[in-house]
C-alpha cells in the first residue's frame, strides 16, 4: 500500500473511532442501581424493577386490585417525589375506579380512595394534591373529569369538568398548572392547581387549532361545524408533558404520527417534531435536552434532540410500548411494552445518549404504568450494587 493509501486509512480508523466514542462512553455499566415502579394491566400486579452493572430484573411483585376474582386493572402509577409512596389506579372498579397508595418501605397497601370512571394517569402537587383523569371508557362517550385528591387524608375533593377521554396529567415544574389531553375531543387543557379551575384550552385538530375558552367541556359541541369531522384529519392527543424550563408542553398526537411544541406564554404551536407511528407517552429528560416518545404502532421509542429539533428511534422488544420514565440523572429511559396475546410484558432499558437498547426484563402481563423511585449508587468494591 502506498503512503497515500496508508494516511487515508489511518484517517478512516481516526474517524470511525471518533464517531464511536461518545456511544461507547454512553454505554458504560451503570454505577450503581435503578428502581422503577411498572403495572401489568392484564395481570393486577406491580413490578419492582431494578437495572444496573449485571442488567435487569424483577426484584419483587406486588398482587393489587379490588376483587381476587376479577382483572380490575391497574393502569397509572406515579412515585411521590419524596419517594415514600406510591400510587396506582385500579381503572376496573365497581361502578367507579379508585386510586391505592402504597409505602415505598414494604410495598404494603396502607390506602384508597374512590374516584370517577377509568383512572388514568396521575400527577401530584408539592402541596399534597393529585390530579387523576377518569379516562372513561365505558358506555357512550361523553364529556368527563379530573378528580382532585388530598393525599395526606386520601379525600376526593372534588371533580372538574374536563372533556371526553381526559389522558396524561402532568404538572409543570413550578406545580402551579395542571397539563392533560381529551383523546377523542382533540384538546389541550390547563387546570389551574391553586383555583382548581380549568384555565385555558386548546383545540388541536390539524388545520384547525385554536383557543378555546375554559368552559368548553364539549369542543365538537362548541365549534359546531367549525369542528374538524370525526372521520377527518385528527391530532387523538395521549399525552401532555411540560418541559423542565416550563416555556413549553409537549402533546403527542397519536393519530398524525406527530409532537407538537406549544408555547405556554402565546398558547400557540412553536414546533412540530415528526415521529414513528401511534406517538402515545411522553417523558422530557431533567437536564431539560431530549424528549422521549413512545411508539404504539411502530414497536419503537424516540429521542428528540430538543436544541436541534434532531429525532432518533430505538426499537423496542415487543409490540405496544406504552409508558415511558426517565431517569434523574437523564442518562437512562425505562420503557414500558404491552406485548401482544398471550406474551408477557417488558421493560425496556434505553441509553438516551448512545439511543440504543441495553436491557430488557419481561414480567406481567400488559406492561403499562411506570414511575422512577431511586437511583442507589454502588458502594466502592460492591460489585452488586448492593
Not at 88 to 106: E, R
Not at 209 to 229: C, S, T
Not at 234 to 258: I, K, L, M, Q
Request: aromatic content about 8%.
Amino acid at each position: 500500500m502506498t503512503r497515500t493509501g496508508d494516511t487515508w486509512r489511518l484517517r478512516g480508523l481516526v474517524a470511525f473511532a471518533l464517531l464511536w466514542a461518545p456511544a461507547l462512553s454512553a454505554q458504560e455499566a451503570p454505577g450503581g442501581d435503578y428502581y422503577v415502579y411498572v403495572a401489568a394491566e392484564s395481570q393486577d400486579e406491580v413490578a419492582l424493577v431494578r437495572f444496573g452493572p449485571d442488567g435487569a430484573e424483577v426484584a419483587e411483585t406486588i398482587v393489587v386490585g379490588i376483587y381476587p376474582t376479577e382483572i380490575d386493572g391497574p393502569h397509572g402509577l406515579t412515585v411521590d417525589p419524596a419517594g415514600n409512596r406510591w400510587y396506582v389506579s385500579i381503572a376496573h372498579g365497581n361502578p367507579f375506579g379508585q386510586v391505592h397508595v402504597y409505602s415505598t418501605q414494604d410495598n404494603r397497601r396502607i390506602g384508597q380512595v374512590e374516584v370517577g370512571l377509568f383512572p388514568a394517569s396521575m400527577s401530584l402537587t408539592p402541596t399534597d394534591l393529585m390530579f387523576v383523569v377518569n379516562f372513561n371508557l365505558h358506555g357512550d362517550p361523553e364529556p368527563s373529569s379530573v378528580s382532585v385528591i388530598e393525599t395526606e387524608s386520601l379525600t376526593e375533593l372534588l371533580k372538574i369538568p374536563a372533556c371526553e377521554t381526559p389522558h396524561g396529567s402532568r404538572l409543570s415544574p413550578d406545580g402551579l398548572k395542571n397539563y392533560l389531553v381529551c383523546v377523542r375531543d382533540e384538546q389541550l387543557v390547563e387546570i389551574d392547581a391553586i383555583d382548581l379551575v380549568v384555565s385555558r384550552r386548546m383545540y388541536l385538530a390539524p388545520g384547525r387549532i385554536r383557543e378555546l375558552p375554559g368552559d368548553a367541556v364539549d369542543a365538537d359541541a362548541f365549534l359546531g361545524e367549525e369542528a374538524a369531522p370525526r372521520d377527518a384529519a385528527r391530532c387523538g392527543p395521549t399525552w401532555a408533558a411540560p418541559s423542565v424550563d416550563g416555556r413549553f408542553v409537549y402533546v403527542a398526537c397519536n393519530r398524525n404520527a406527530e409532537v407538537l411544541e406549544i408555547d405556554r406564554a402565546s398558547w400557540s404551536v412553536a414546533r412540530r417534531f415528526q415521529t414513528g407511528a401511534g406517538p402515545y407517552n411522553l417523558d422530557v429528560s431533567p437536564d431539560g435536552t431530549r424528549l422521549v416518545v413512545t411508539y404504539k404502532g411502530a414497536q419503537a421509542t424516540g429521542i428528540v434532540e430538543l436544541a436541534s429539533g434532531d429525532v432518533r428511534s430505538v426499537a423496542n422488544t415487543r409490540r405496544l410500548p406504552h409508558g415511558v420514565a426517565v431517569s434523574p440523572d437523564s442518562r437512562y429511559a425505562f420503557i414500558s411494552v404491552e406485548g401482544i396475546g398471550g406474551e408477557p410484558g417488558t421493560v425496556d432499558v434505553i441509553d438516551l445518549a448512545a439511543a440504543t437498547l441495553v436491557a430488557s426484563v419481561d414480567m406481567g402481563k400488559q406492561s403499562g404504568g411506570i414511575g422512577f423511585w431511586k437511583y442507589v449508587p454502588s458502594l466502592p468494591g460492591d460489585a452488586d450494587g448492593e
